[in-house]
């Protein structure tokens, strides 16, 4: 089950994330407010989401590097939004430095995370140009997890 609309895009909001205020009420299309969905914009760019919840109000958050790969994604222009159901699970790829690390209790307090934080701390990692910035990524997480 998906839902399309047409938006105009606003500003972005503080932390560099555009909202795009969802018309249609989550909860009763999708069985739950902060539903997971997947999110197509101008039918060109996906990602996988959750609907975040504000002010009684439901948005999708685009991000810089959506935002960037989403030809037409500019202020004040009108963009097409397709936002459909998620119900694959969320797991996300560990980079081979992360993944000898996550044992015993330090694995548990990784699946706690939600995926969007597993997904942070994983691209955090996988960006990193110089092993010795992916191993103090990592040994930052480790110390978090801890």
């Not at 002010?55 to 685009?62: E, L, T």
């Not at 939004?81 to 694959?88: L, R």
């Not at 307090?109 to 939600?114: D, G, H, M, P, V």
Request: with cysteine; glycine share 6%.
């Amino acid at each position: 089950m998906s839902k399309t609309f047409k938006t105009k895009v606003g500003e972005v909001e503080k932390g560099n994330i555009a909202l795009i205020e969802v018309p249609f009420d989550v909860k009763e299309e999708f069985g739950k407010a902060r539903a997971p969905v997947v999110v197509t914009l101008n039918g060109e760019t996906t990602w996988r989401t959750t609907v975040a919840v504000y002010d009684g109000k439901s948005y999708i958050g685009a991000r810089k590097e959506i935002r960037e790969k989403t030809p037409g994604f500019e202020v004040g222009k009108t963009i097409t939004v397709e936002i459909a159901f998620d119900d694959q699970p969320r797991e996300v790829e560990l980079p081979p430095e992360l993944k000898k690390c996550l044992v015993g209790k330090i694995s548990a307090a990784w699946k706690k995370l939600s995926f969007s934080h597993q997904s942070e701390w994983v691209k955090s990692i996988n960006e990193a140009k110089k092993q010795e910035t992916k191993d103090k990524r990592v040994n930052q997480l480790l110390a978090k997890l801890a």
